[in-house]
């Protein structure tokens, strides 16, 4: 059955050799930024330009249709007005696709008649023809192993386990972009738009068991199997976290959703409610979907409800103690008073004014001096009261009054003591800097998980131990 | 009354002369920090290094005492340890000084009787030498038209009608930070810590009259005179926006802020009902603070209920359009649809696909065409039905696609418009770069506000609306 599942899918994120219908030389159409996103990104397989006109495109010889191609093809992207779109379906039963994702739009989502019905023969071609369709009105996939570009992004991020399905192809591009940029390392994703054919479900009975993912996040409207959705949700959470977005909550949004994917509103009452029974986590923005999945890939799997914050590095953070307890205690994290021990240690080494050597601790601006933060650090991992450590580095203002490579090292200290508790930064934006994006960017290599804002921190961590109290039993 | 007030703060935040007790050569020390700080943001006034030893401190001539200083002092910095604040006090006194600014701790905030006793000491001398303190345990005065630098930070933002008084340094520092990157322009900020004896109430009485400034933030965790501070804040905000942060909200952050700036917890339901009640904004995040001031400061002061959203730009956007709606509605923004005149309109330039013609509009990929951006913009400015337009343009993902003169053409139009109804722009943060930076910091320039993220966008505009409602009467 497992078996069976991966190889059903296989042509959908491994495929052998990619077919372009609409592939023009026009770089402002959507097919050829399709076809040059797969050269760009050195897809491995065959790639083969499909255009009435023949011809070469990027280099590569065209097809006037599917049917032309004299080697096998697997994969199809359709980017063509609709109203040609069954041709292309004949095409593809006839050479033995496997999957055609359709970037093409206007379908069931317009609400309108005639779209409806396209959708419904194109799904009959499909079943007839032996194939699945991914979309219509949707991206595709992504499969940064294989060396597949998301759609018309031509850049791929690293390889991971985290994977991800979206009703919608924008924001499950954001959600690699910003992968890239603070280190999300995806096993797969796919934008499956009106999920015709292949839907939320069949993803999910896929990511089940794909051996490469790990956690499993979604963004979904809607959707038409609830009931088996949520007895897939119940039995995968057990093992993958899954983290979704669900966006339509409201009455005007979901009034939007109609008009985007055609997905019927479920009252918000009702999906919180029964993600919550499944083990699911819920989450309300991009940013907060980004934030846990990050967590749970650099997290060891178990609770960390007691944390420990280090402020003040670059000077007094007594302000910065007092709201950072408040954005731990408001989501249910515990900052408990360090043990004897720990303030007795402390008070050997830091300065006696700002440091008031409770939790939240306040360096009182002696961050930059490594000997004390190395000690500091050491001495606050040791308190057996810590599960996490939390440091509001502050990098930007720490920029202005350390020298760089003093910055690097203390962030070096930072990395050696991530092996011994989980340890988050918190740093602030800044101004945009490219040193500033390197620093971050060598923490997040090594794991350690770097976060805008402490409410953020908070929030995604509090989700990850949500699910480990929930799935307790299992783990 | 009035006259008399601000020529009581006149020392406060436009001091002829400075002393920095505690000025040293060695650059580790705060003392050193604050004097090059006022050195290198070129303060206009005469600067007194003290200390001790004499000689020569960064170049001026150093004083041992304050009483040694030939010329008049007005405002005195005084960076030493808490034992020996009460000596420079009587020098103060002695020198008929108007302002003493404590950066040392180590006082009612510590709870230790000694810290309570030697803060009451400083009270009393003040009292008997006419002088007023702010502090102890804070950074002082930020007083950007005056060249006045906020302690030891170097350097200085442009000046505005912003005000903002905290009772914590980090966060007045971390705010004019954002300011800086995100263009708030401030008119004044002030540090006061313990606020011994100028206290909130005393520089809200200032901010009330004081001419240049026309919005007023605060980070507070508690007060002493919460009637008067009440009744003020009632008869101030009124003319002039006032937004709070308030901190110490959750029983442990209250615990964290005793012990901060020795502020007694007040429960947070009160604090909620009665600046409600005030008028005033309550906000509960620095991001939350930030937005509302930009937003407060950019826009013209009428309720804008009524939200246009352009997405879209770089490519379809319809899980965008989901998102931006529930965003706004949560909040209580409407997303009308568009009149029928604005909906044939838009048909006649847009691209079928993609673009649903409706309100969130998905521009379908066309916004770096210039010509059909610039139409869409106007026809959507025009619709009757709307008071604002936020554009989610996503300048990270447009990078991408675009050359940087459409980007900048792009902006232009943005900026063109914003002239005729209040816009704003989201974009996502993408990876860090100088160009991007300049790209935000022009619009930010032309007064058109750039937001993270749409929840931020929306949260921020709904604050705004809020007090636009409530101070309906008085407008």
Redesign the interface.
């Known amino acids: 059955m497992n078996r069976e599942k991966l190889r059903e899918f296989e042509p959908v994120f491994y495929p052998k050799s990619i077919a372009v219908v609409g592939a023009s030389p026009n770089p402002i159409k959507?097919g050829n930024r399709y076809l040059e996103a797969l050269i760009n990104a050195g897809y491995r397989g065959k790639l083969y330009p499909v255009n009435p006109s023949g011809g070469k495109i990027s280099g590569l010889k065209a097809y006037p249709t599917v049917r032309d191609i004299p080697d096998p093809v697997e994969y199809v992207i359709v980017s063509i007005?609709?109203q040609h779109v069954l041709d292309v379906l004949d095409d593809c039963a006839a050479k033995g696709v496997k999957v055609v994702q359709f970037f093409?739009?206007?379908f069931s989502?317009?609400g309108e008649e005639e779209g409806c019905r396209l959708e419904r023969e194109m799904v009959k071609k499909a079943k007839e023809g032996g194939f699945r369709i991914i979309g219509p009105?949707c991206i595709g996939a992504y499969s940064p192993a294989h060396q597949m570009p998301y759609g018309?992004?031509?850049m791929l991020g690293e390889v991971g386990t985290v994977a991800f399905i979206?009703?919608?192809?924008?924001?499950a591009?954001?959600i690699i972009?910003i992968g890239?940029?603070r280190g999300i390392r995806f096993s797969k994703v796919v934008s499956f738009?009106n999920g015709s054919d292949l839907d939320s479900v069949d993803y999910l009975e896929y990511l089940k068991v794909d051996p490469d993912t790990r956690i499993i996040g979604a963004?979904l409207?809607g959707m038409r199997q609830g009931r088996r959705f949520l007895q897939l949700a119940r039995e995968t959470s057990k093992t993958k976290p899954m983290i979704i977005w669900k966006?339509?909550?409201?009455?005007?949004?979901a009034?939007?959703?109609a008009?985007?994917?055609g997905s019927l509103a479920i009252s918000d009452t009702i999906w919180t409610a029964v993600l919550k029974q499944a083990g699911v986590i819920r989450v309300d923005?991009?940013?907060e979907l980004a934030d846990t999945l990050l967590t749970f890939q650099h997290f060891p799997p178990f609770l960390s409800e007691n944390v420990a914050i280090v402020a003040?590095l670059a000077?007094?953070?007594?302000?910065?103690?007092?709201?950072?307890?408040?954005?731990?205690?408001?989501v249910g994290l515990?900052?408990p008073p360090f043990t004897e021990e720990t303030r007795s240690r402390l008070k050997g080494i830091l300065p006696?004014?700002?440091s008031?050597l409770?939790n939240?601790l306040d360096m009182g601006?002696v961050g930059g001096v490594l000997e004390i933060l190395e000690e500091t650090m050491e001495i606050v991992v040791a308190d057996p009261r810590i599960d996490l450590v939390i440091v509001n580095e502050?990098l930007?203002?720490l920029d202005?009054w350390v020298a760089k490579e003093t910055l690097e090292a203390m962030n070096d200290i930072f990395i050696r003591f991530r092996g011994m508790k989980p340890l988050v930064i918190v740093a602030?934006?800044?101004?945009?800097?490219?040193e500033?994006?390197a620093l971050e960017r060598k923490l997040s290599d090594a794991q350690v998980t770097v976060y805008?804002?402490l409410?953020r921190a908070a929030k995604a961590i509090a989700n990850m131990n949500w699910y480990y109290r929930f799935h307790r039993g299992n783990l």
């Not at 979206?166 to 924001?171: F, L």
């Not at 966006?247 to 949004?253: C, I, Q, R, S, V």
């Not at 602030?428 to 490219?434: K, V």
């Open positions: 959507f007005p609709a093409t739009a206007g989502e317009t009105n018309p992004m031509p979206s009703q919608s192809g924008g924001h591009g954001r972009e890239m940029r738009g963004y409207e966006g339509g909550n409201t009455d005007a949004g009034a939007a959703a008009s985007h994917t923005s991009l940013e003040g000077g007094g953070g007594g302000g910065e103690s007092v709201s950072s307890t408040d954005a731990c205690a408001s515990n900052v006696p004014a700002g008031i409770r939240p601006g502050h930007y203002q202005m602030a934006p800044g101004l945009a800097s490219d500033r994006t805008p804002s409410d």
